[in-house]
């Protein structure tokens, strides 16, 4: 670990134990005040720290914002894990479920069909980020000064005749989602299998992770599969509250 890492995490580990100022920081850490404020600079740029009016330093919110996504995340697959069963139990098709982990969404629960037909994807395995619905409503939730450098990295390999095979059509396609709160793989993934995708809400009301039905065309045409939205979004739903999420009443 580099020294200016290890630093500014010891930073953050004295702040955890309360506010402090420049002075007791350096003296904890056995670093120059010049060096112990250069970095403190840093991480309340990037909202980790920040000083109040008598210059004594805090932890940011992102720390807290992070701290909530993970524990999103650490328990996402215990707390969906019945209402997945049940939805599986009571429709038969191939239920997902996928978070984002780094700068990849894996499947982290999957349900099989009550039929014979099994797709590719399997637990621990990365979605691909281009043509899968579990990916498109994930990466929505981003906001755009974080999602267009990401989307810029990624991999646009064609898997089928109708992969979306470039940023700008990936944009729109994400503004689409954004609108109408879910997304469709209509055979982009792998051929004859369509998919349609909800999201998974923490209790900072982020997307922490996505929910997802598979149909190949040979036991429903597209069509039918849309008549699995209403069902599949209530169970989006039912997680989301589980997870502590508290949706806005409109008034």
Same mark, same amino acid.
């Given at each position: 670990? =580099?020294? =200016? ?7 953050? /580990? ?49 720390? &807290? ?11 996402? #697959?215990?707390?969906?894990? %019945?209402?997945?069963?049940?939805? *599986? ?13 780094? *700068? ?12 014979? $037909?099994?797709? !590719? ?28 450098? &990401?989307?810029?990295?990624?991999? &646009? +390999? #064609?898997?089928? %005749?109708? +992969?979306? +095979?470039?940023?700008?059509? !990936? ?17 982009? *993934?792998?051929?004859? $299998?369509?998919? /349609? ?18 149909? %190949?065309?040979?036991?429903?045409? &597209? ?17 989301? #509250? ?5 949706? +806005?009443?409109?008034?």
């Amino acid at each position: 670990m =580099s020294q =200016s890492v290890a630093r500014a995490l010891h930073l953050l /580990i004295q702040l955890g134990n309360g506010p402090a100022t420049l002075d007791e920081l350096a003296q904890s850490t056995g670093v120059h005040k010049t060096t112990v404020l250069r970095l403190l600079r840093t991480l309340a740029d990037e909202r980790f720290t920040f000083r109040d009016q008598s210059n004594r330093y805090h932890l940011g919110s992102r720390v &807290f914002e992070l701290a909530a996504r993970g524990t999103d995340q650490r328990e996402i #697959r215990a707390i969906a894990s %019945p209402h997945l069963v049940a939805f *599986n139990r009571a429709y038969g098709r191939t239920t997902h479920l996928a978070a984002m982990e780094g *700068n990849d969404i894996v499947y982290i629960d999957k349900l099989e069909s009550h039929d014979q $037909i099994r797709m !590719f994807s399997r637990i621990g395995l990365s979605a691909n980020l281009n043509s899968t619905a579990v990916a498109k409503v994930i990466l929505a939730d981003l906001p755009d000064a974080e999602l267009r450098p &990401f989307v810029a990295t990624m991999d &646009f +390999t #064609r898997r089928t %005749p109708n +992969t979306i +095979t470039t940023p700008e059509a !990936f944009l729109a396609e994400i503004d689409k989602v954004r609108a109408q709160g879910w997304a469709q793989d209509r055979e982009e *993934n792998e051929p004859s $299998i369509n998919c /349609i995708g909800v999201p998974i809400r923490g209790a900072s009301g982020r997307v922490v992770a996505a929910v997802s039905v598979s149909v %190949p065309n040979v036991v429903l045409p &597209f069509e039918e599969v849309l008549d699995l939205l209403g069902p599949l979004q209530e169970v989006g739903e039912r997680i989301s #509250r589980d997870c502590g999420y508290l949706p +806005t009443v409109k008034s």
